[in-house]
């Protein structure tokens, strides 16, 4: 490659990432984002593990740190909503001396925007239509912006990557739905446990409430079959399905439902597992949720900061041959996501126990963990 142009489309976790280390190494990157700007908040999620150094090598630690929930502990409450249990969260630490950090993911997308907007072009409020792809590099075409060329294109754009879709085909034939949806919404003021995340469970269901920054998030984690026609845009559809799910559950639940018909804020999706035989078509290549989606417990943003650096260093050390860089890139990143994916299944369990013997068995559990506090 003689410019080494690269497109990335998505501004979350993964593209700003990417749009940082590419610059670093003399590429020329430009980022397109649907959204008309960064979110303002979201989902709480950790950068830890793998992560860690990229961000201390980023040098966005320190607001990392200030962007950083209050939660230091998991308080398991049991179906009528007593105390059973209460777990330290987080405290590993990297080589730097660094512990692991949780904050709103809309917090970690903006620090992360913020380190790259200078050395990055972002075009927001447009997205990618549709891709042309040869030997010497890709034609764009986007919704709003007239269309450019490219010597690569990655597609960071999440679960439901319109990138994936032009390049790879329809998202049924790589996205599988694990039994469980996921609902978060912001609930606001002050909260009773200001550095406790609240556990209630009933048999396949799953409440929480999380202190945040003194703002109250509330999640709804259920198990569930395939929704037929479920449309992750419709927020309509997302209320019902919710509201049908926790039909007469017991505690907090009545009002959290009664909050979720009223929120402007609803985030609503299937928890699942991107499954592909290769991240990369030619000069097209996939990063993140898209690549490689990892649900539940927040390891899917510390993985994509991880994977950026990895596709980073791997373009660099190849630059003028794109093929042995992108199997480089997913040899290697493949070695931390495949784990990741494989223990879902056992996270899910652990959060959501499918029946009220296997809440008890969990708690009991709880109850002798010697970390406990």
Excluded at 31 to 60: F, I, K, T, W
Excluded at 212 to 218: C, D, I, K, S
Excluded at 289 to 302: H, I, Q
Excluded at 328 to 347: C, D, F, I, N
Aim: net charge neutral; glycine share 10%.
């Amino acid at each position: 490659m003689t410019s080494r142009t690269v497109l990335i489309s998505g501004a979350g976790v993964a593209g700003p990432t990417l749009a940082f280390w590419l610059a670093r190494h003399g590429f020329q990157p430009t980022v397109v984002e649907r959204a008309q700007g960064l979110r303002s908040s979201g989902n709480p999620v950790d950068v830890r593990g793998p992560a860690l150094p990229v961000a201390e090598a980023m040098g966005v630690m320190d607001r990392l740190r200030d962007a950083a929930t209050h939660a230091t502990a998991l308080r398991l409450l049991s179906p009528d909503g007593r105390p059973v249990a209460r777990l330290p969260l987080g405290g590993r630490r990297s080589a730097a001396g660094n512990t692991e950090v949780e904050l709103p993911r809309g917090d970690l997308a903006a620090v992360l925007h913020e380190a790259a907007r200078d050395r990055a072009e972002f075009l927001f409020d447009d997205t990618v239509t549709e891709l042309r792809q040869d030997p010497g590099g890709v034609d764009v075409v986007f919704d709003r912006a007239r269309p450019r060329r490219f010597d690569l294109v990655v597609g960071a754009d999440g679960l439901h990557s319109a990138t994936r879709r032009l390049a790879f085909g329809p998202e049924p034939d790589f996205v599988v739905h694990l039994g469980v949806y996921v609902a978060t919404m912001p609930l606001g003021g002050p909260v009773d446990h200001p550095h406790d995340v609240l556990i209630h469970n009933e048999p396949g269901r799953m409440v929480s409430i999380h202190p945040g920054r003194g703002q109250a998030l509330a999640a709804f984690i259920f198990r569930h079959p395939q929704v037929p026609g479920f449309d992750h845009r419709d927020t309509g559809q997302h209320r019902r399905i919710v509201t049908d799910a926790y039909a007469g559950a017991r505690w907090r639940v009545p009002e959290l439902l009664a909050r979720l018909h009223d929120t402007d804020e609803l985030y609503f999706d299937s928890v699942s597992r991107v499954d592909l035989p290769t991240w990369s078509r030619g000069r097209i290549t996939l990063l993140g949720d898209a690549a490689s989606c990892v649900s539940l417990f927040g390891d899917g943003s510390s993985l994509a900061m991880a994977g950026a650096h990895t596709l980073a260093g791997a373009l660099a050390a190849d630059p003028d041959d794109h093929d042995l860089a992108l199997r480089r890139y997913e040899s290697t990143h493949r070695r931390l996501v495949e784990p990741k994916q494989r223990g879902m299944g056992r996270a899910a369990a652990l959060l959501v126990p499918k029946t009220a013997l296997g809440i008890t068995a969990r708690n009991l559990a709880a109850r002798a963990w010697p970390g406990r506090v």
